[in-house]
């Protein structure tokens, strides 16, 4: 499977519960059939889907005597969708090294901030639009962009 697989992938309710629920936290098989309500072969088969691609990974924790018990998570990793796939984050390298060799610190500093600056206010207007909020105040701002937001976007 590669990135243009992506969309198929995720084509699938099953495979976008199981993403919703391992984005809260961690959980083994038996834990996720119960939260999507599916037989566990069904699981599992989604489960290497997701697995194949990178989506998620796993990890084993031993508990007394037995088999360690397999646990299932999101990978942290930025994983691409899209066609020709991009890969912004070396067009942002290309572009601050760019903007470092033919501006001076100084410029490229101003540049950044005032950049920054743009994006921030776009994202807030925008989250205050979608959200309907009039003024900003902290637990808003702790509700919709530190625990939303950014859950979201994996910061």
């Not at 760019?98 to 994202?123: A, F, H, S, V, W």
Request: hydrophobic share 35%; glycine share 6%.
């Amino acid at each position: 499977m590669n990135n243009s697989d992506i969309p198929q992938v995720l084509s699938s309710q099953s495979r976008r519960e199981i993403l919703n629920v391992l984005s809260k936290h961690p959980h083994d098989i038996n834990s996720i059939v119960e939260a999507i309500n599916i037989q566990p072969t069904a699981v599992r088969y989604h489960l290497q889907s997701l697995l194949r691609l990178g989506l998620i990974e796993t990890y084993e924790e031993k508990r007394g005597i037995g088999r360690p018990k397999m646990y299932y998570k999101l990978t942290k990793k930025q994983v691409y969708v899209g066609f020709p796939p991009r890969n912004y984050l070396m067009l942002s390298e290309l572009l601050i090294d760019g903007m470092q060799n033919e501006l001076t610190p100084e410029e490229t500093q101003k540049i950044l901030r005032l950049t920054g600056y743009k994006i921030g206010g776009r994202l807030i207007t925008d989250l205050a639009t979608k959200n309907n909020i009039d003024i900003w105040a902290p637990k808003q701002f702790i509700e919709y962009y530190v625990n939303k937001f950014l859950q979201e976007i994996g910061a």
